[in-house]
């Protein structure tokens, strides 16, 4: 498994966004289900720890440190416009460079906390996902739960015939 240490300037960007999705400031609402409420404190542990793990799945990978200095997470002024494409490919490459189970091979005690941690780290990149799919037009044009209006509708044939028997 190759290992990469995110910068720590992406995650000073991703504890940003979250701050602003969050609505712990009233800015808007929520894209973001997993966040929604959540303090800006809450969001500094969260992102801290998946530094923290980011580091260890790396010291674990090349038995040498990453060389970055801890992770304190500051209040962005917001001046970069960063898309919430960029934000998702963010969550994936921290995702994607966090092994739990290779730091629990390694001994390494991994409490409650930081399992947790990653588990919402996979909620919220499911909700950025949904969030970038549901801003889609075509999403929005979609029908929902209704076949769309066309005239070259034909009657769907079986793909298999499916019998059981209990003898």
Not at 6 to 17: G, I, S
Not at 126 to 155: C, F, H, K, M, R
Request: glycine share 4%; net charge negative; proline share 4%.
């Amino acid at each position: 498994m190759s290992v990469l240490c995110v910068e720590e300037a992406v995650y000073d960007r991703v504890a940003y966004m979250l701050f602003l999705e969050s609505g712990d400031h009233a800015v808007k609402y929520s894209r973001f289900k997993c966040f929604r409420g959540m303090s800006f404190q809450a969001i500094d542990v969260m992102v801290n720890n998946w530094y923290g793990l980011n580091q260890l799945t790396y010291f674990v990978a090349y038995k040498k440190d990453c060389h970055l200095s801890r992770c304190t997470m500051k209040r962005c002024n917001g001046g970069d416009n960063f898309t919430t494409v960029v934000f998702l490919k963010w969550l994936q490459c921290i995702r994607q460079n966090i092994s739990i189970p290779n730091l629990e091979k390694a001994r390494l005690p991994i409490n409650d906390e930081l399992k947790e941690s990653v588990k919402l780290l996979d909620r919220l990149i499911t909700d950025v996902l949904t969030s970038i799919v549901e801003s889609t037009p075509e999403y929005q044009a979609a029908p929902w739960g209704e076949l769309p209006n066309n005239n070259d509708e034909q009657e769907l044939q079986p793909v298999f015939e499916f019998s059981y028997s209990l003898n």
